[in-house]
């Protein structure tokens, strides 16, 4: 995925171009570019993050204009380089691009365009598209608006785009299929985003474009929204957005994972709200409430997801087989896309996302929609494409969420997923009242426990210092922990690069157990309650050969302190609700471990933060 802004008006572009890449970094930042335009375009673009870019603004001449598109990439169609970076430009110099997405059939739109004398210098997909509108747009002699239009129409993929013809610099097409596009509306003047973060500064004004939409955006003529399938014109609907730029900011943090990573207990209350009012008062989730009869009468609940949540969808296998009696099955969404699963009446398909915009979880969850299943998601970006996709579902309200490292998205996923099974259990009566009441209360002081565990973080930082030269990394936890074990092995992994598997502890013995020695470090989940004595003697047999330990335990825990190496203490709970809190200090580990390792942190190498492609 990739992030793309735009601004048509009369401030500088140049600065909100280059602040809004900042913001959208996160989507992706492999290389970036920007064109702007003051009377003839200035194009630069540079392999690298968005401040390598700005290193090639040292004459104030080229950063003139008051229009302009720029663009922050994540690989798909050739290596991260100054020529595969965008906007891209048509074979006249006249149009350039900026394209976040996938055209699939751009090698038979390509060889078309080769007969017909055009040159490409870049291994893009993006490149073609550009010089396919600038070949509809000559060959029609029509503005560049319908040669947009036509152009989409023979396409195969996804996007989102934003482009400018030189010849008429009063003006940008935008459009969307697939991947997020965003136009902030100010006063005579007009902001392009893949989220509103680049605009929200400036105005709170915001059209999300749907899918098959475009809209031309004229300073003279303002803009004018179209439906592509259709070619009909549309009535944009012009939502008030309610973030706050404090949101997408650090806010005195050195990351924003480690922000994200405080700001759990808030993003909590935020899901809980309006949901979990008190101990006392029955929990209200109103998609709950209105579909109850679909979870009555559900044969099976699937949960599909990708990463980090699919690990929640884990652990709400665990939550709903037990609290709901209904057979639970998890899925990865990228291999239930291809199996031809079998989806029977009757069942329940539940996509869990933070970005709502995963390729694979949503084109699970198209094929699961027409076999039949009902959809009910959940999502955290709201209006994402993945929550208008389903049938119904609920928002995590984690707020936004900047590192690549889902932190926040997931604890307010697992939160969210221990609520719905205690709802829906209680209504279906396969939930002990005594239970019901005993969770609930718990889960009402969730956010204090978790200021609690958060406290301890100097502790978990000195921790950390043990590790930095690891290679290596295990990951135990048995029941509700299997889940947490699989999460923090891959929030090391993908943050400090260390290799790290997480495993069911007494899966340990089957294999992995012969990696053990001197210099393996394991955690081990071993809160109380559950399966502890059993986690005692996976804790034995590792001492046995050596490895070290570093143990997650309840307060008060006395046997497996002896035992290990380094103990975090989390406050006692009831064991379904213990995977938050031991999650918590996994987070912390990682980004410790990754931070002093000099890694960054926040944009990891690779990774982007939704994947929306396959
Ligand atoms: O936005 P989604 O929750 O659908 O994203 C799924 C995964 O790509 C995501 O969880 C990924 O694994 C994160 N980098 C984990 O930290």
């Not at 319908?146 to 013809?165: P, S």
């Not at 929204?225 to 404090?246: G, N, V, Y």
């Not at 209350?269 to 109103?286: E, H, M, N, Q, V």
Request: charged share 25%; aromatic share 8%.
């Amino acid at each position: 995925m990739c992030g793309i802004v735009g601004y048509i008006g009369n401030k500088p572009v140049y600065d909100i171009l280059i602040n809004g890449l900042k913001k959208l970094e996160y989507r992706g930042y492999d290389s970036a570019g920007i064109m702007l335009y003051d009377k003839t375009s200035v194009i630069k673009k540079s392999k690298g993050k968005v401040a390598d870019l700005e290193s090639l603004f040292t004459n104030k001449e080229d950063k003139k204009g008051s229009v302009g598109i720029g663009h922050t990439r994540w690989a798909t169609h050739g290596p991260p380089n100054q020529i595969n970076s965008h906007p891209h430009v048509s074979n006249s110099g006249e149009i350039s691009l900026v394209h976040n997405g996938i055209i699939e059939n751009y090698h038979s739109i390509k060889s078309v365009l080769l007969k017909k004398g055009y040159v490409f210098e870049s291994d893009t997909d993006s490149e073609v598209l550009v010089n396919l509108i600038e070949d509809i747009k000559k060959s029609k002699k029509i503005k560049l608006g319908k040669a947009v239009y036509y152009a989409l129409k023979q396409v195969v993929g996804a996007y989102a785009i934003a482009v400018f013809d030189s010849t008429n610099p009063n003006e940008i097409v935008t459009a969307k299929l697939g991947s997020p596009l965003a136009i902030g509306i100010g006063k005579s003047e007009y902001y392009i985003g893949s989220d509103p973060s680049p605009f929200l500064e400036f105005t709170k004004r915001c059209i999300y474009l749907n899918d098959h939409e475009m809209a031309i955006i004229n300073l003279k003529k303002g803009l004018t929204l179209r439906e592509i399938k259709e070619d009909s014109i549309l009535d944009p609907f012009i939502e008030e957005l309610e973030h706050d730029i404090e949101e997408v900011e650090k806010g005195g943090y050195d990351h924003f994972m480690l922000k994200e990573i405080f700001e759990q207990p808030q993003s909590i209350k935020d899901t809980f709200r309006g949901r979990l009012i008190s101990a006392s008062t029955p929990i209200k989730i109103s998609s709950i409430e209105k579909h109850f009869d679909k979870f009555k009468s559900a044969k099976r609940i699937i949960f599909i997801s990708c990463g980090t949540s699919w690990h929640a969808g884990l652990l709400a296998e665990y939550y709903f087989e037990e609290l709901l009696r209904i057979p639970v099955e998890v899925e990865y969404a990228s291999e239930f896309r291809y199996r031809n699963p079998i989806i029977n009446k009757g069942d329940i398909v539940i996509p869990i996302s933070q970005s709502g915009e995963t390729a694979d979880t949503l084109a699970a969850i198209k094929m699961a929609k027409e076999k039949g299943a009902f959809l009910y998601g959940i999502c955290n970006v709201v209006g994402s494409t993945i929550a208008r996709e389903t049938h119904t579902g609920v928002y995590t309200h984690a707020g936004s969420e900047i590192g690549v490292a889902s932190t926040k998205a997931f604890s307010c996923q697992i939160s969210l997923l221990l609520l719905m099974a205690l709802d829906i259990g209680k209504r279906l009566g396969t939930i002990e009242e005594s239970r019901y009441k005993r969770v609930i209360k718990e889960l009402a002081i969730i956010p204090q426990i978790l200021e609690k565990v958060l406290s301890k973080s100097k502790h978990i930082e000195n921790v950390s210092e043990n590790f930095l030269d690891a290679a290596n990394f295990l990951y135990l936890g048995r029941g509700y922990q299997f889940p947490i074990a699989l999460e923090g092995a891959l929030k090391l992994k993908e943050i400090s690069y260390i290799h790290a598997e997480g495993y069911p502890a007494a899966e340990m013995k089957h294999g992995p157990i012969a990696l053990i020695d001197e210099s393996m470090p394991i955690v081990v989940i071993a809160t109380k309650k559950g399966h502890y004595h059993k986690i005692v003697s996976n804790v034995l047999e590792i001492k046995a050969r050596g490895g070290q330990i570093i143990a997650i335990v309840s307060e008060g825990d006395t046997e497996i302190k002896k035992l290990a190496d380094h103990v975090i203490e989390i406050p006692n709970c009831d064991e379904l609700i213990a995977p938050i809190l031991a999650n918590i200090p996994l987070q912390l580990l990682s980004y410790y471990i990754a931070n002093k390792k000099g890694c960054n942190v926040d944009q990891p190498r690779n990774l982007a933060k939704s994947v929306t492609v396959e």
